[in-house]
């Protein structure tokens, strides 16, 4: 059974940072392409970052410069590193594995 599993949201300030992290479980993770998504409140969900099996990274070009991701093949672990965080960076933030499975989300609110 594929389990995807994040954490690390919260509030934070504007122009703060925060780190996100997707536990994964089911899946050969170091053959695994992963991605992050997020869902605004009244927006459709929308893609961040991916980051493939052999390490190689891609953005949305709304977070180009501010958001990195990486992957820690002994941990299982997918992180998406956030920087220069704006309100509009507000929204659940979402691990997948296209196409089709996604893990439970974890809040990020970013103050004004």
């Known amino acids: 059974q594929v389990q995807l599993v994040e954490s690390g949201g919260g509030l934070v300030q504007f122009g703060g940072s925060l780190r996100l992290s997707c536990v994964v479980s089911g899946v050969m993770f170091r053959l695994t392409d992963f991605n992050w998504y997020r869902q605004g409140p009244g927006q459709q969900r929308e893609f961040v970052a991916q980051i493939n099996s052999r390490g190689i990274s891609s953005f949305a070009d709304f977070v180009k410069g501010r958001f990195a991701i990486s992957r820690d093949n002994d941990k299982n672990t997918v992180y998406l590193q956030m920087n220069s965080l704006k309100p509009e960076d507000t929204g659940a933030y979402y691990c997948?594995?296209?196409?089709?499975?996604w893990g439970q989300g974890t809040q990020v609110t970013v103050s004004a």
């Open positions: 997948n594995i296209r196409p089709r499975y």
